[in-house]
């Protein structure tokens, strides 16, 4: 049977039994189980940030008489990773614990959660940045704006060496040189969040940083919101939507501790996917009227979230997709769209669309097309010259048939947001497929996911980003840390991530073609209970 109906095909098991509660014992202690697993992931990111300069947090002068604190502890190498990777196996075993917990009946009560969830936020948006050195280019393109040049035409290092008091504070020695001789790759509205808090960090680097911190917790948090706004009136998807979302240690570490631009991105595009209501319509109309009021805003959200990120624009796709049968809908999202996009990119100049056609097709060590071919070609270690050539125009092919497949075959289980499972599905397509990943571009698909039932889609997504954090616990290489910890991370970034990014992906194209996705239950949206968000006009 087609999964587009939402149907598992023979073998599957009755609706009955996939909602019928377990044993309750058992699944109090599944829950209490994921609480204290995901408390102690969340405590030990907290240590490792708040114990200053180490392999995950990068060094930078003190900001003086307010945050970012720390007090140095010169944790080894070993130490902050071992306990990273712990910390990360931890969260990610947590949220699946709880997912299972609230499957089985488990219904905590909600406040609390987001409570927690609050309070973890304001302790990591207070500490340095860590897990990354991004925060740190953010705050050179700030500066650089502030300074009246051109963050798409002068590099951090021409930042440096032009005596900028800021750009003097750039750790160069620990950041990759690469890094330091790039322009920024990001849109106008990311831009100008650096620009922003460049201007209230004045001259300090560390200052900066966690102006930056804190636009990612703000976003994070409105996400929080959001969410359980949406999905206030069913108790197991609000508790599945904060698990994913809220209390998520991975994403905690990923957004708001390392600071990323990509929680600002994820917060307008979300509400601009949701923004794109389906007014019911009699049993008799053949579908869905989607209004022109609410296209208009879906464009716009869209539109500013394409230009924090230019991946976005793959949301404003989805909203297209999702108005492809109403011309009045899909004209006036289009204008929304450009309406932001348009003169954003214009206030920014040339450069700022140039960067859009000649940033490089990026290839990450952990990619797992290097499974085919580093074994046939014989190279023991990752290497950009050794990529073959067309690769990245290959995977984007590939990109586009699985983006196809999963358009027609995952359900649409909210059809109250018809821009949702399109926008899904795009988003799975881009980050399951294509060879440049990092672990917080998940957050596109995890605000997405959040809105649909459990399903198998669940232990794909979290299993890929866990694998995904794990290589990336360090912000920066140590010379120091002994040479089995070096292995296995080489191992883990050249093998063990990238076989189990292949294996997801097979497994999505396997949940696509067979329609056996698992749904457990079905979400307010579905049967037209859609909360009040935003005006429908």
Known sequence: ?????????????????ENRPGSPELTRLTGWLATIAIAASVLIMILISAAGPNVSVPAVRRAGGGPPWWHALHLTATFVTVSLWAAMVLGGAGVIAGLIAVARGARPPVRPVIAAAFLAVAVLTVLPAAGSTDSISYAASGRTAVTGHSPYVMTPLQLERSGDPVGRQVPSREIPSTWMNTVSVYGPVATAAEWGAAELGGTSLARIT??????EAIAFGAVILVLDRLLRADPEMRLRAHLLWSVNPLLLWEIVAGGHIDGLAVVSGLLGIVALRARPQPAESPQAEIPAGGAVLAGLLTGV???????????GLAVAWACRRSLRAAAAAAAGFLAVAV????????????????????ITWDTMYQLFWRP???????????VPPHLVLVSYLLCAAVALLALLRIPDRVPGWPAVTPALALSLAWLFVTPFQR??????????????????LDWLVLIRLLAGAAVYAQAIESPAEPHWL??????????LTPGIRLLTTAALVWLCVSGRWGWRSAPAASSGRLPELLPMT
Do not use: C, H
């Open 1 to 17: 049977m087609s999964g587009k109906d939402g149907a598992e095909g023979p073998g599957a098991t009755s609706a009955a039994r």
């Open 305 to 315: 979230a394409a230009s924090t990120k230019v991946e976005y624009a793959l949301f």
């Open 210 to 215: 966690f102006w930056l911190k804190l636009e």
């Open 439 to 456: 672990p917080w571009y998940d957050v596109m698909a995890i605000s997405l996911l959040a809105l649909y039932p459990a399903s198998r």
């Open 343 to 362: 003169p954003a990119y214009l206030a920014a100049g040339t450069p700022a669309i140039k960067v859009l056609v000649t940033r490089g097709n990026g």
């Open 486 to 495: 070096y292995d296995i991370a080489q191992f883990n970034g050249m093998w």
């Open 376 to 386: 046939v070609l014989g190279y023991t270690q990752f290497s950009v010259s050794s």
